[in-house]
C-alpha cells in the first residue's frame, strides 16, 4: 500500500434504506458517489435493502470504477450480503467514514446513528439525539417552543385519540381549516395532505396514521415557503437562503422528486434584514436540537403578518446537486464535491472530539 493509499479515506456511502423514502435515496447517493473524489476517498457504497437486509451494492461500485459517467441515476441495491457492523468496521490501518443518505424511519431517526456509534466510527451529520428530534416534528415543535424559537400553530395526537370526534372537533375549533396533517415521523412530504372540511380531515388522519401513529395537524399558513443549509459542529453557520414557488396546492412529493413543477429562487428575493434574521433563527434551530454536520431549516414567511415562522428541522435533507441544499450551499460559495469534503472533515472533528473524552471516562 502506497503512502497515497493509506491517506486516503474508506468513505462508506450507506444508502436505501427501509422507509417511504428508499427510491429518493438511491437518487441521492448515485450523484454523492458522481463527485466524490476519488484520488481522496476509497468509496465503498453498501446499500440497505427494503427488507432491512444490507448488502455490498458490488454491482454500483463496478459501475463506479468504469467512471461517474457509467452510474445509472439511481444506485442498484444488488450485491454480497453482510452484516451491519462489518460493513462500516475500519481495520487497523485505515479510517473509515460513514456517510448516511438514508431518508426517513429507520435511517434518519436516530436508529442508523446509534448503530455507528456502536461500531466507533466517525459518521456525517446529526447524533443520535437531534436525528431522533428533528425526525419527530410534535416533540421538535414542543423544543422549539421552550427555545422562544416563532412557530405556527399545532396539535399532535396519537392515532387512537385523534380518531375521536371530539378531537376532530377540538382541532377544527383551535386551528380552523384549512389544515395540514402529517405523519410525526416522516420525509419529503409522505403522508401529507391539506383538509379544508370535517371529511378531508378524517381522510387526512386515515391516510397520515398509514405512516405513523403518531399525527401532527398545522394550521394552513399563508406565507413564502423559504429553507436555508446550515453546516458545522459547535459554530454552526447559515447559507443564503432559498425559496420555493410551489407548482401544486403545496410542496408535494410528486412536486419535489416527480413532476419538478416547483420554482426554486435562490438567493431568495427578500429584505437583507430578513435574511439575516432568517440565518439566525436556522442557526439558532440547529442548536436547539444539537444538530452537528448539517441539516436544511425550513421557514414561512408572512410578509405584513407574524414575519419568519419556523417549520422543521431536515438532518438528512435532499442532497442530488440540484437539491435545495447543496445549491444553496453552492450560491453561498462551496461547491458540490466541496461540501462533501466539508461534511466529512466534519464528521472526522466531532468523533475526535468526543473520542478524547470517552478515553477520560
Known amino acids: ?74 444506485l442498484p441495491t444488488t450485491g454480497t450480503e453482510t452484516s451491519p457492523l462489518p460493513a462500516v468496521a475500519a481495520s487497523p490501518d485505515e479510517r473509515v467514514v460513514v456517510l448516511p443518505l438514508l431518508h426517513g424511519p429507520l435511517g434518519e431517526d436516530g436508529t442508523v446513528q446509534g448503530l455507528l456509534e456502536l461500531a466507533d466510527v466517525p459518521y456525517v451529520g446529526c447524533g443520535v439525539l437531534a436525528s431522533a428530534l428533528a425526525m419527530d416534528k410534535a416533540k421538535a415543535k414542543e423544543l422549539f417552543a421552550g427555545n422562544g424559537l416563532p412557530q405556527g400553530k399545532w396539535l399532535s395526537f396519537h392515532e387512537t385519540d385523534i380518531r375521536a370526534a371530539s378531537a376532530l372537533a377540538r382541532v377544527v375549533d383551535e386551528l380552523r381549516l384549512p389544515l395540514f396533517v402529517k405523519p410525526a415521523n416522516m420525509g419529503s412530504s409522505v403522508g401529507v395532505s391539506k383538509a379544508n372540511d370535517g371529511d378531508e380531515l378524517r381522510a387526512a388522519v386515515q391516510y397520515a396514521a398509514e405512516y405513523d401513529e403518531w399525527i401532527l395537524v398545522e394550521e394552513a399558513i399563508d406565507g413564502r415557503e423559504l429553507e436555508c443549509a446550515v453546516l458545522g459542529n459547535l459554530e454552526p453557520r447559515a447559507s443564503l437562503p432559498g425559496e420555493i414557488e410551489p407548482g401544486a396546492d403545496f410542496y408535494d412529493y410528486d412536486d419535489k422528486y416527480r413532476d419538478g413543477r416547483a420554482k426554486l429562487l435562490i438567493p431568495a428575493p427578500l429584505p437583507d434584514s430578513v435574511t439575516e434574521e432568517l440565518r439566525d433563527l436556522a442557526c439558532r434551530a440547529f442548536t436547539a436540537l444539537r444538530c452537528e454536520g448539517m441539516a436544511r431549516v425550513d421557514f414561512f414567511y408572512e410578509e405584513g403578518g407574524r414575519g419568519l415562522l419556523l417549520n422543521e428541522v431536515n438532518t438528512i435533507p435532499g442532497f442530488t446537486p440540484i437539491s435545495m441544499y447543496p445549491q444553496m450551499w453552492k450560491a453561498t460559495g462551496l461547491t458540490y464535491p466541496e461540501l462533501i469534503d466539508e461534511l466529512i472533515r466534519l464528521a472526522i472533528e466531532r468523533y475526535d472530539r468526543r473520542s478524547a473524552k470517552r478515553r477520560r471516562s
Open 1 to 74: 500500500m502506497s503512502a497515497s493509499d493509506r491517506d486516503r479515506i474508506r468513505l462508506v456511502v450507506l444508502f436505501g434504506g427501509q422507509s417511504a423514502e428508499h427510491e429518493v435515496s438511491l437518487v441521492t447517493a448515485r450523484h454523492v458517489l458522481a463527485a466524490a473524489n476519488p484520488d481522496r476517498y476509497e468509496i465503498d457504497p453498501v446499500a440497505i435493502q427494503k427488507d432491512g437486509r444490507w448488502i455490498r451494492a458490488d454491482d454500483a461500485a463496478r459501475a463506479l470504477s468504469a467512471g461517474p459517467d457509467a452510474l445509472p441515476e439511481a
